[in-house]
């Protein structure tokens, strides 16, 4: 199997602009989930994957009601979830894209058929891949990286994968609108000897 550069490569419809929405919506809602995270009310690590788990198949299906982005589908709504990328159905987790949990990936009937669709014609060797979404996080749950990958077999091999950029700080800064009267300009600073300025502060 060739190494594709890019996700487009393995299909059409996973276009650039469409994961990195994706890897922002997976990154920022995992981030507010953290800042309400509280261990001292009785929350724990369990809590915390499922509201997240929740939140994130609850998010996508609003926003495949509401035609927010007409290219995602949902092709199973249940606890199974399974969205779509235009065609392609993908599935997501949070953890190691070195390590994806059994479940994530077992494939079920209707992603089964839903790859069938995606992927007409055998000659199209992606067409054997699980397509993932890895959200990997730090040790205060955090996200540190968001990953698309095509794995395959039972094991879940990463055969391509591509690490997306996302941003939680949420800064809206217009440098248009800094001034030039905003800007400061300070002196170079004096560089002297150890010896000199000890020199100096005895004199004084």
């Given at each position: 199997m060739s190494l594709p550069s890019k996700p487009s490569d393995c299909h059409q419809d996973l276009q650039d602009d469409r994961l990195l929405a994706l890897a922002q919506f997976f990154a920022s809602t995992r981030s507010e989930l953290v800042s309400l995270h509280d261990p001292t009310s009785g929350d724990d690590s369990w809590s915390l994957g499922c509201r997240g788990f929740a939140r994130w198949r609850n998010l996508l299906s609003q926003k495949a009601l509401a035609r927010e982005w007409d290219w995602l589908g949902i092709v199973n709504p249940g606890k199974r979830f399974i969205f779509s990328v235009g065609s392609v159905p993908v599935r997501f987790y949070r953890g190691s894209i070195k390590n994806p949990p059994f479940?994530?990936?077992?494939?079920?009937?209707?992603?089964?058929?839903?790859?069938?669709?995606?992927?007409?014609?055998?000659?199209?060797?992606?067409?054997?891949?699980?397509?993932?979404?890895?959200?990997?996080?730090?040790?205060?749950?955090?996200?540190?990286?968001v990953i698309f990958a095509g794995l395959a077999g039972d094991d879940g091999t990463v055969v391509c994968h591509w690490k997306l950029p996302f941003d939680t700080t949420n800064l809206d800064i217009n440098i248009e609108e800094i001034c030039f009267d905003d800007v400061v300009e300070l002196p170079p600073p004096a560089v002297v000897a150890p010896i000199e300025q000890q020199k100096i502060a005895n004199d004084e």
């Open positions: 479940r994530t990936l077992a494939s079920s009937a209707q992603e089964l058929t839903q790859m069938s669709l995606a992927f007409t014609t055998d000659a199209n060797e992606y067409g054997q891949l699980k397509w993932r979404f890895a959200i990997e996080t730090d040790h205060f749950g955090e996200p540190s990286a």
